[in-house]
């Protein structure tokens, strides 16, 4: 379960990181907004929320899955 977690977190992670990195052309090319600086900067407060809630469940199941890791040999 740990482990799952875990991988979910990098998911969101990287799907926060690409929504702030990339929120520009992701607003041109996917809505139709007239202001697209209104759009990106929408992209970009909910790319730092997944970023920000990816990390908090990893900070708390990754020393759990690093364990499991690590006892499995």
Known sequence: MEIT?????LIF???GVV???DA???TK???SF???NEGTKYLK???FIFTILG??????YAPSTIDILKNMK
């Open 5 to 9: 977690f875990t991988i979910l977190s």
């Open 24 to 26: 520009r052309k992701i």
């Open 19 to 21: 929504f702030i990195y």
């Open 29 to 31: 090319s996917r809505f």
């Open 45 to 47: 407060i909910l790319g």
């Open 55 to 60: 990390l908090c469940i990893m900070y708390y």
């Open 34 to 36: 007239q202001d697209i």
């Open 13 to 15: 992670v990287l799907i």
